[in-house]
């Protein structure tokens, strides 16, 4: 059992297209990310969601729009793609750190290529 | 400023050898915690070791310590007798506190490239 999957794990688009990546979790955690890793491994935070709710959004373009229609499930749907938007994007969850380590558990990726 | 630094883009290493790899942070909040990943060839993000800030001890897990040194704010990740397998990406990463749920990012620095040599 995949603990955090995504969906596409590739994708291929022209620009100017809208394209979604799907992600969901099966360990019950509160909290689940967006990150992005460009070309040269970089990793940056995109948002994060607790419960549904939005908590970070590092300013991130307005065509990048995150949905989480409950915990177990955040989406990050894409306007306009721009070819700098190609990228790793990976989706990730962790339990709130209280007592635990506040580990994060990504998904496998999804590479996004736009042409 | 950054506040994760990994000095190192590329590392080689002799197979059986142990290997350092190189992070210092930048906090002035009392409570954090510090982590490292190994992303292979194949692209996934494999947790390997946590240490948080207020942890007497060094964190160990199999091969892999963590060598935290408060004061001077670093806290590298050491591979006792690598393996060919080990080849792969290395991030380290820090999680502050925060006070509200969500919040709480891991903030990544910008990776070393550890290859094994046979």
């Known amino acids: 059992d995949t603990a955090v999957s995504q969906t596409p794990k590739y994708l291929v688009t022209q620009m100017g297209n809208d394209k979604s990546i799907k992600c969901e979790q099966n360990l019950g955690h509160d909290t689940m990310y967006w990150y992005k890793q460009d070309s040269k491994k970089f990793l940056k935070i995109m948002f994060s969601y607790n419960n549904k709710e939005l908590i970070i959004n590092e300013t991130v373009p307005n065509r990048f729009s995150p949905k989480s229609p409950d915990k177990a499930h955040l989406n990050l749907h894409i306007n306009s793609l721009e070819l700098g938007d190609s990228a790793v994007y990976f989706c990730?969850?962790?339990?709130?750190?209280?007592?635990?380590?506040?580990?994060?558990?990504f998904g496998e990726g999804s590479r996004l290529t736009v042409l | 400023a950054q506040k994760i630094t990994q000095t190192q883009p590329g590392m080689f290493v002799q197979e059986k050898e142990a290997v350092t790899l190189d992070c210092t942070y930048d906090?002035?909040?009392?409570?954090?915690?510090l982590f490292w990943y190994k992303q292979p060839s194949s692209g996934e993000m494999i947790f390997l070791i946590y240490?948080?800030?207020?942890?007497?001890q060094n964190a160990t897990e199999g091969r892999y310590s963590l060598n935290f040194q408060k004061a001077r704010k670093s806290a590298n990740l050491v591979i006792s007798a690598s393996q060919l397998g080990d080849s792969a990406m290395y991030f380290c990463?820090?999680?502050?506190?925060?006070?509200?749920?969500?919040?709480?990012?891991?903030?990544f620095g910008t990776g070393t490239r550890l290859t094994i040599i046979p």
């Open positions: 990730a969850s962790s339990q709130d750190a209280g007592e635990n380590t506040g580990e994060l558990f």
């Open positions: 240490q948080g800030s207020y942890d007497q």
């Open positions: 906090t002035s909040d009392p409570s954090y915690g």
């Open positions: 990463a820090m999680r502050e506190h925060q006070s509200n749920f969500g919040n709480e990012k891991l903030t």
